[in-house]
């Protein structure tokens, strides 16, 4: 992949579903290092959190992907209903938000126009930081 890129013929380098201690040996040893985590994010995981503190630290962009389907448990939560309808906004709309205020680059393979519409709606709200704290902290509860 280095060389690939040292060749240009690709501008950036980016790594998936890598842990903790992989990204950290690889960029230790790259001559280029990744500009992207992909990661499939799971809630049972803590949200990737010491990923992404890593990656926060070393000006990587972490991407999270299935934040539905890896989390359909959550999605479920009653507390999640209630910052929902706190909100007057749908329970997937609240999980992509929580993933943009906790630094994610969040991403959604839908085809269907709603579901896109809808994605995008999440940038007309915020969360307040005691939600995003909830939301982070379900996966202890």
């Known amino acids: 992949m280095e060389a690939i ?3 240009g013929r690709a501008r950036m380098l980016g790594v998936s579903n890598v842990t903790l201690e992989q990204l950290q040996d690889l960029c230790r040893g790259a001559r280029v290092r990744p500009r992207f985590v992909q990661n499939r994010c799971y809630a049972a995981r803590r949200w990737d959190r010491p990923i992404r503190d890593f990656c926060a630290a070393n000006a990587l962009v972490y991407q999270g992907f299935s934040l539905l389907t890896a989390n359909r448990e959550v999605l479920a939560h009653p507390e999640l209903a209630r910052i929902s309808k706190r909100h007057g906004r749908a329970v997937t709309q609240v999980v992509f938000r929580f993933a943009l205020d906790v630094g994610m680059m969040v991403l959604t393979g839908t085809t269907d126009a709603d579901h ?5 709606e999440v940038l007309d709200f915020r969360l307040e930081p005691k939600e995003v704290a ?3 902290g379900l996966v202890t509860q």
């Not at 896109?116 to 995008?120: E, P, S, V």
């Open 5 to 7: 890129q040292e060749s």
């Open 116 to 120: 896109m519409q809808a994605a995008l």
């Open 134 to 136: 909830r939301i982070e």
